[in-house]
């Protein structure tokens, strides 16, 4: 079935530090989904991409939509004690839109 | 405006028991979901709802797990004959009927975490 592989799985770094993440596929997704999970709390979309190529900012969050259609990066700049959590990637199953498919989770903690 | 409540937040139960989980979606939305989540996983689709439609139930792992939609609001699950393989957290979304460029945002509630002793 489609799976979804994100890398890093986690990432240690110092307060300030630019941070980049990636999603791939072996298959096509339409459309690529960012949601960011708190501790005890269900996953928050961060950004949604819609066209293969598009760039999409969200304050100091950019997400890549892959020209291939089979990946997508997420980029958090200058990061902050409240970035800490857990970033998946997700996509719409070919079964149906509805049944989102989602990586593993990248687990980003930060040093003051 | 209230977002997605789910309960209990926490369960702890015995093996071969029965549990019910709670999901209060926000109000005029017109699809429910229900994801899986084992420690230290991505989320897995269990089953979805959509209006007055039969549900999707093809990501239930097995037939101890049913859900039901009453009233086109409020969605239970239900896992019967509880395993220790069924401890993680049940999560809840739900998103409006089809929003812009015809993707559904879905909106998570804050998950019940079951642990099976």
């Known amino acids: 079935g489609q799976q979804l592989n994100q890398s890093p799985q986690s990432m240690f770094i110092q307060e300030g530090e630019d941070v980049s993440m990636n999603c791939t596929s072996s298959?096509?997704?339409?459309?690529w989904l960012w949601y960011k999970q708190d501790p005890g709390e269900g996953p928050v979309l961060l950004i949604a991409?819609?066209?293969?190529?598009e760039l999409t900012s969200n304050g100091r969050l950019t997400a890549q939509f892959g020209i291939t259609r089979k990946d997508s990066f997420l980029n958090i700049s200058a990061s902050i004690p409240s970035d800490v959590g857990i970033y998946f990637c997700?996509?719409?199953?070919?079964?149906?839109?509805?049944?989102?498919?989602f990586g593993q989770g990248t687990r980003l903690t930060i040093n003051p | 405006g209230a977002g997605v409540s789910q309960s209990p937040s926490n369960k702890v139960t015995e093996k071969g028991k029965d549990v019910e989980l709670r999901c209060d979606p926000i109000?005029?939305?017109?699809?429910l979901y229900w994801y899986r989540q084992s420690l230290g996983q991505g989320l897995e689709f269990l089953i979805y709802?959509?209006?007055?439609?039969?549900?999707?139930k093809s990501g239930l792992p097995s037939d101890r797990f049913s859900a039901e939609r009453t009233g086109g609001s409020v969605s239970t699950l239900t896992i019967q004959r509880i395993q220790q393989e069924d401890s993680a957290v049940y999560l809840c979304?739900?998103?409006?009927?089809?929003?812009?460029?015809?993707?559904?945002?879905?909106?998570f509630g804050p998950g019940t975490r079951l642990l099976v002793l």
């Open positions: 991409l819609y066209k293969a190529g």
């Open positions: 709802f959509q209006g007055n439609s039969a549900p999707d």
């Open positions: 298959s096509i997704f339409n459309t």
């Open positions: 997700a996509g719409p199953g070919v079964q149906g839109a509805q049944k989102l498919v």
């Open positions: 109000s005029g939305h017109t699809a």
């Open positions: 979304a739900s998103s409006r009927d089809r929003g812009t460029f015809g993707e559904e945002t879905q909106y």
